[in-house]
């Protein structure tokens, strides 16, 4: 069985870029969920994806998107990024929409200058 | 939205100490859970528990949802027990999980 994955590990952004984050979930599950941690702080949830479809956001700005695959996989967009936006990026998945069967992935550090 | 609150912020144990960790939480929650992330940024789910008591192990759980409280216990600790613990709720009919700030643990042999 294989775990839930993220790609890249980590990242250096210029203020104003776009970037794009990639996660991979574990096997059997059609639901994949986002957050970020900034440094010293909980994770934050930012939105849920459940085949194919947002189901659920927080209290993040629209420029912060995302996309669900038909594999399950997910991409989270941010447009026009912020130095507030340096932080961990964690993914995780499961098998449906309780958040207590959720698997995290190892995360993705970005970083913006 | 629901606050959640942890304490302590910071703990430094020996090697084979016990320790109670604290989660409050300002609202009736339908999910609760305790986390664990290792030095390197790892989350690993330890429990959930939206109310009574379980047991993994040198960890066990309690929830108290009527006084809206969770406690985490770690007894005989290991270095390998070092790093963040969370805390994250979910209110009734939100789904959204709301994490505390969590308690740092240092665990020296």
């Known amino acids: 069985e294989t775990g839930v994955t993220q790609s890249p590990t980590h990242l250096i952004k210029t203020r104003g870029q776009q970037v794009t984050l990639r996660c991979s979930s574990q096997s059997g599950h059609n639901t994949v969920s986002w957050y970020q941690q900034a440094l010293g702080q909980g994770p934050q949830f930012i939105f849920q994806?459940?085949?194919?479809?947002?189901?659920g956001r927080g209290n993040f700005p629209p420029r912060f998107s995302g996309l669900q695959f038909p594999n399950y996989s997910s991409e989270l967009n941010v447009n026009a990024l912020e130095l507030d936006d340096s932080a961990l990026y964690l993914c995780?998945?499961?098998?449906?929409?309780?958040?207590?069967?959720?698997?995290f992935g190892p995360g993705t550090r970005l970083t913006v200058t | 939205g629901i606050q959640v609150e942890q304490s302590p912020p910071d703990l430094i144990l020996q090697e084979g100490a016990n320790s109670t960790l604290r989660c409050n939480f300002s609202d009736s929650v339908n999910n609760l859970q305790w986390f664990h992330q290792n030095p390197w940024g790892q989350l690993i789910n330890l429990f959930y528990i939206p109310s009574g008591t379980k047991q993994n192990g040198r960890l066990s759980a309690t929830t108290v949802a009527t006084e809206r409280y969770s406690l985490l216990y770690i007894s005989s600790s290991q270095t390998t027990d070092s790093g963040v613990y969370f805390c994250?709720?979910?209110?009734?009919?939100?789904?959204?999980?709301?994490f505390g700030r969590g308690t740092s643990l240092i665990v020296h042999p």
């Open positions: 994250a709720a979910e209110m009734i009919r939100s789904y959204i999980p709301t």
């Open positions: 995780a998945s499961s098998p449906g929409t309780d958040t207590y069967e959720q698997y």
């Open positions: 994806y459940y085949r194919e479809e947002e189901n």
